[in-house]
Nanobody, 120 residues
Framework: QVQLVESGGGLVQPGGSLRLSCVAS????????MKWYRQAPGKEREWIASISSPGGHTNYAESVKGRFTISRDNAKNTVILQMNSLKPEDPAVYYC?????????????WGQGTQVTVSS
């Protein structure tokens, strides 16, 4: 059974930091690119960061570049999103995504999301 379980969300003041984790199971984690998305109320889900399979190449949306860092630990089937200098526009539900090509077909797996709130 495929599972992606996010944790680490919460309430933080503007300028603060949070570290989100996503633990994967049920598939070959190291073969999948890992991504973080977020969705704020009334808005579409937006991609914010990616890390390649098995790792080493990262990409970021302009809105988070220089503040957020994505990393992965293939031995622990975990992807991390370190969020620094959080802004009032960052609150959203943050989702972990795994995307890989298996037997000629793309596979996409999603976690249930973790809420991030930025407020003073």
């Amino acid at each position: 059974q495929v599972q992606l379980v996010e944790s680490g969300g919460g309430l933080v003041q503007p300028g603060g930091s949070l570290r989100l984790s996503c633990v994967a199971s049920g598939f070959s984690f190291s073969l999948y690119a890992m991504k973080w998305y977020r969705q704020a109320p009334g808005k579409e889900r937006e991609w914010i960061a990616s890390i390649s399979s098995p790792g080493g190449h990262t990409n970021y949306a302009e809105s988070v570049k220089g503040r957020f860092t994505i990393s992965r630990d293939n031995a622990k089937n975990t992807v991390i999103l370190q969020m620094n200098s959080l802004k009032p526009e960052d609150p959203a539900v943050y989702y972990c995504n795994a995307r890989g090509l298996l037997n000629g077909s793309w596979r996409d797996y999603w976690g249930q999301g973790t809420q991030v709130t930025v407020s003073s």
